[in-house]
């Protein structure tokens, strides 16, 4: 919600928003996670205390990139095999 006035600078519909045909970028926060309790300001334990070790998932132009860690559509094991 934070870039929606830019969004709207920009005559750009599809950003900026979870809707249909839009292209979001966000983070999914666990408010459970142990470095972010008790939440009282949740943005300032997250900057704060618990930066990306909270963050469960990112998705850029709607698409998820990484969750839990790791990025998705990387071989990791593979990756490793390969180094050795």
Do not use: W
Not at 6 to 19: Q, T, Y
Not at 40 to 65: F, M, Q, S, T
């Amino acid at each position: 919600m934070a870039t929606l006035a830019g969004a709207k600078a920009l005559n750009r519909k599809n950003i900026s928003r979870i809707a249909v045909d839009a292209k979001p970028n966000f983070l999914l926060i666990d408010l459970n996670h142990p470095a972010i309790p008790p939440v009282y300001d949740p943005l300032r334990n997250l900057l704060h205390c618990a930066a990306e070790r909270a963050v469960k998932a990112i998705y850029v132009n709607g698409r998820c990139i990484a969750s839990d860690g790791k990025l998705e559509g990387l071989d990791y094991d593979g990756s490793v095999q390969t180094i050795r």
